[in-house]
């Protein structure tokens, strides 16, 4: 079998690795349909977070489930499934209260980028669709592994109501979805924070109202003139870096939701900015899994199309001018299909 393997800084090759078996019986083996590369396989990829030795990577996924293990109950062989990019039992405290990405027995998946994975906590992490998928929707379906979870997470995690004024910051897939996620969830205005022509068109087209081209200081006063200067109810960050993160909370109003779904890099909050800045933070790596019915069902029914942010495909042995694509900015995201 072939995967995609990281060796260091932009060398990823496409090679062969031993097929995955069943090695608990709680796992399923699939036949990967769909796989692409996540904004945060950029981080290892530049070297930004190295890597000791050579990684195997992709953590995003869907497809057709060829084997289970003895004590899956839930999933069956032949269905098409998507999971999230951490597994987990969906039965512990935490999966209960629906963080399943905290779940105490969470396993993260890290070899998607290949033709067949084995996944862990098959029967708390796998949901199957109604059908095996036409073709079509197979970009969609991809996105809820985890870039469209991620975004619906970061607008209801930042409280999005009907009517809210909303600002994401952050024009990668998940701040391009979490404008689609306010959208749907109704959300009044929404501003979208980006620089980029391209993803400003998909920002509109998913739902943004208005466009912020400022950065830093100067973006913050120009979201503050456009909410009278009292700042947005619901403030979604989806890039992870301390510029990022500090807009975000000073474009917020008193007593407004700020969240934050972008792994943090070096970002370090002050204390008393934070006392005085009077919001609600809430974020973390996305609970995936807790919206994949609800959003299977969205997709489903062809009311939201996330597959849209992939604007570049590739077959999965192109593994390698995928992430050159996105690191060079010329593809927001890049699909793989085996
Ligand atoms: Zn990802
Ligand atoms: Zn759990």
């Not at 469209?148 to 600002?167: C, I, Q, R, Y």
């Amino acid at each position: 079998m072939l995967g995609a393997i990281l060796y260091g800084p932009r060398d990823v090759r496409f090679e062969e690795r031993d097929v995955p078996r069943i090695m608990k019986p709680t796992d399923a083996i699939i036949r990967i349909s769909a796989t692409c590369v996540c904004g945060s396989d950029l981080w290892p990829y530049r070297g930004i977070q190295p890597i000791a030795q050579p990684t195997p990577m992709g953590h995003e996924y869907c497809g057709i489930v060829e084997e289970v293990g003895s004590a899956v109950t839930s999933i069956k062989p032949g269905q098409f499934v998507i999971g999230s990019f951490f597994a987990s039992d969906n039965t512990c405290p935490n999966c209960q209260v629906g963080y399943q990405s905290s779940c105490q027995h969470a396993e993260f998946i890290s070899t998607a980028q290949a033709s067949v994975l084995r996944v862990p906590l098959a029967d708390g992490t796998l949901v199957a669709t109604p059908a095996v998928p036409s073709d079509d929707l197979i970009s969609s379906l991809l996105t809820l592994s985890d870039v469209m979870g991620t975004g619906w997470f970061a607008a209801d995690a930042a409280n999005v109501k009907p009517g809210s004024t909303v600002v994401v910051v952050g024009d990668g897939a998940v701040g391009l979805l979490g404008v689609l996620s306010a959208k749907q969830m109704g959300a009044g205005r929404i501003i979208a924070m980006s620089r980029h022509p391209s993803r400003q068109k998909l920002a509109r087209e998913f739902g943004a109202t208005d466009i912020v081209t400022e950065r830093g200081d100067e973006g913050v006063a120009h979201l503050k003139e456009l909410t009278n200067g009292v700042g947005a109810d619901s403030v979604l960050e989806c890039v992870g870096t301390q510029e990022s993160m500090m807009q975000a909370i000073s474009t917020s109003r008193k007593g407004g939701y700020v969240s934050y779904v972008g792994v943090p890099h070096g970002v370090e909050l002050n204390g008393e900015q934070l006392f005085f800045a009077h919001v609600h933070l809430h974020g973390g790596p996305a609970p995936v899994r807790r919206y994949l019915p609800e959003l299977i069902k969205l997709v489903w029914n062809r009311e939201i199309n996330p597959g849209k942010v992939f604007d570049l495909t590739l077959p999965l042995d192109h593994v390698a001018e995928g992430y050159r694509a996105m690191d060079e900015r010329r593809a927001i995201k890049t699909l793989l299909r085996p």
